[in-house]
């Protein structure tokens, strides 16, 4: 019980956010926005997962991802491809030169489906590969940077370029791929249709309690002395290492669980929009999550979920307005955050946060208010009599 | 190579950074509960020595023979692993972290990936670390942020880190530096009582403070041993003067 509240929960105030955040996305957003709105909730709330995964790498390990796109794409087409097959069955296709494959394939002139495809009609296999395709991907890229000992601004830019070569494949290999337009008109679950107001509903718990589950899995590392050592590699590389640990397995460790965290939400995010495409894989959408990270408060688990959220409605909200703004307002945040507030909404939260609660709590906040004033007044006056004098 | 009984034996020892040769065909013995310091001029090759041994620097040619195992093939990690601890020039802790959170990450348990997941703080390395705590004279510093410590304090506090492993080679870079003269005798005390049981090797510049440690003095220059045994007999040595005042 003790190990739950402390490594799982993460201690009292750990316990209280998590409560307050499960209240949020399980009560009254679902109570209170209509099903549009909900449904875009959730889609941003699939962002948070690659932003908690960047909490790990980047803020606890110091290793920032400009690549965490990546992930989120490859666990969203994995997830698009099942979707696809069904959708793209023998009657619904009769109208193609060839029937039964999806209808980019048949406008690529292929004739048969892909060998890759092919174990995509498994829904448990689709489960693993979301899970697995981009954790061994990031596996390949943290074992043959971490072990030559890459890391710092040269991985990021790694990272990067890799988010960008993705999108370049995706979209060239239009017959095996969609294209520059993805994987659209995705219908069913073994005949449960994904689109319907109620699949909705479903859709946004199954990804909430799926995001608080990775909160929690996320806090377990964090509380343990793998926790503390990935603090410890950020701060001091060469003493850990010369402490006797291997710095790299434990890099690469972090790297491909936030792979696989990153991947849940992208699988998510595909089931909740109906699509995929390369536009969530690349570069812009792989630092748009960092921002949602440092906005958030890139040591808190909690306060990078909040961090999404807020960036996202105000990119909804200015889009509608002002969408060329939107850009530059992004840009300006993120400078702005990380000039001011390092720590993002979480560091102000825990300056600030507590006087809050007290206030709110004592409603002591106006007569203390009183004796502050009173008290500058004090010193003004006898400065004045003092100058006076 | 020889079997030896030394704990460390380093023979023929060379690297050469771009032909400069900073370790020169350097021989060096340590022996069990011996507590031998290297002195030398800037740029004698002193750091370098301890970085060959603990795997920093890979060496150009010759043997690092520890309890009679060649370190030169292994891995840093493997090098602590059979038994070698080495303390930083400038102190290097973590800063973020308390005494106490300090002290349980150098723990020597818990060292892999899935380990360090399920490491479990039990009343043994509660005990142990609380040991270590009050042997380096912090022990009523454990829930301080190690950042706020004096520089003294970190300078033992990183000698904790080691002890908490009980390596059987301790390598010390300047262990005082920037020590209050009250500090450095209590390091003077501490080296003196943590060198029972292993061997101890430190680089040093303060003299004094050498006097008060030193078993035996190995006096590098160049790159090579420019004269080696007890205090008085280096002080003495005429090269060595030669070395540190004629020029």
Not at chain 1, 57 to 82: D, E, K, N, R
């Amino acid at each position: 019980m003790n190990f739950m509240y402390e490594r799982i929960l993460g201690g009292k105030n750990g316990a209280i956010g998590l409560a307050i955040l499960a209240v949020l996305i399980l009560i009254v957003l679902p109570l209170a926005l209509d099903l549009f709105r909900l449904n875009l909730v959730g889609k941003y709330l699939t962002y948070a997962f690659a932003a908690v995964s960047l909490v790990l790498l980047w803020g606890y390990g110091g290793i920032l991802s400009l690549g965490q796109g990546v992930f989120f794409g490859l666990g969203g087409y994995c997830m698009a491809m099942f979707l696809k097959l069904e959708a793209s069955d023998p009657v619904t296709t009769k109208i193609q030169s060839t029937p039964g494959i999806p209808d980019f394939m048949d406008w690529n002139q292929l004739t048969e489906l892909p060998w890759f495809w092919e174990p995509f009609n498994s829904f448990g296999f689709t489960i693993l590969a979301v899970l697995l395709v981009p954790t061994i991907f990031a596996f390949i890229i943290g074992f043959s940077m971490f072990k030559r000992r890459v890391g710092g601004v040269y991985f990021a830019i790694i990272t990067q370029i890799i988010a960008l070569i993705l999108t370049v494949l995706i979209v060239g290999q239009q017959g095996y791929t969609g294209g520059i337009n993805g994987i659209t008109d995705l219908k069913t679950i073994h005949g449960w249709d994904i689109r319907d107001d109620s699949s909705k509903y479903i859709l946004y718990f199954i990804n909430a309690f799926l995001l608080l589950a990775v909160v929690f899995a996320s806090r377990f590392i964090l509380t343990s002395k793998f926790g503390r050592l990935l603090m410890a590699m950020r701060d001091k590389e060469d003493r850990v290492r010369f402490s006797g640990y291997d710095v790299s397995n434990f890099k690469i460790f972090v790297f491909c669980f936030s792979a696989m965290i990153s991947a849940i939400g992208g699988a998510m995010f595909t089931l909740q929009v109906g699509f995929m495409s390369p536009s969530f894989v690349g570069i812009v959408p792989s630092i748009e999550m960092v921002i949602y990270a440092a906005v958030g408060g890139r040591m808190s688990l909690i306060g990078v979920i909040y961090g999404t959220l807020l960036v996202n409605f105000g990119k909804t909200m200015f889009s509608e307005t002002f969408p060329e703004l939107w850009l530059y307002l992004m840009g300006a945040l993120f400078i702005g955050v990380v000039m001011y507030f390092p720590n993002g909404l979480a560091g102000i939260w825990e300056k600030h946060g507590h006087k809050l609660v007290g206030c709110v709590k004592n409603m002591q906040c106006v007569s203390s208010i009183k004796t502050m004033i009173e008290s500058k007044r004090t010193a003004r006056l006898s400065a004045e009599s003092a100058s006076g004098k | 190579m020889s079997y030896t009984d030394f704990t460390l034996a380093i023979e023929d020892l060379t690297v050469s950074f771009d032909g400069f040769k900073a370790v020169d065909s350097l021989n060096l013995y340590v022996d069990k509960d011996e507590l031998r310091v290297v002195i030398g001029p800037n740029g004698a090759g002193k750091t370098t020595v301890l970085d060959l041994i603990c795997g920093k620097t890979k060496s150009t040619s010759g043997s690092i023979k520890f309890k009679n195992k060649e370190l030169t093939e292994l891995a840093e990690h493997e090098i602590v692993h059979a038994g070698v601890g080495r303390k930083f020039q400038t102190p290097s802790i973590y800063e973020n972290l308390s005494v106490y959170d300090n002290l349980e990450v150098s723990y020597p348990k818990g060292r892999g990936v899935f380990g360090s997941l399920m490491f479990k703080n039990t009343e043994e390395v509660d005990a142990r670390i609380k040991e270590v705590a009050s042997e380096i004279f912090l022990g009523d510093f454990l829930d301080m942020e190690s950042a706020l410590l004096s520089h003294g304090q970190k300078q033992w506090l990183e000698i904790g880190m080691l002890l908490i492993q009980d390596p059987e080679l301790l390598m010390l870079d300047e262990p005082v530096a920037g020590m209050s003269v009250k500090e450095r005798e209590q390091t003077a005390e501490l080296l003196n009582r943590i060198c029972k049981g292993r061997s101890v090797l430190v680089i040093e510049h303060d003299m004094d403070f050498v006097e008060k440690i030193a078993h035996k003095v190995t006096v590098l220059h160049q790159g090579r041993i420019l004269a080696e045994g007890d205090m008085q007999s280096v002080q003495n040595n005429p090269e060595v003067i030669e070395v540190y005042l004629g020029h």
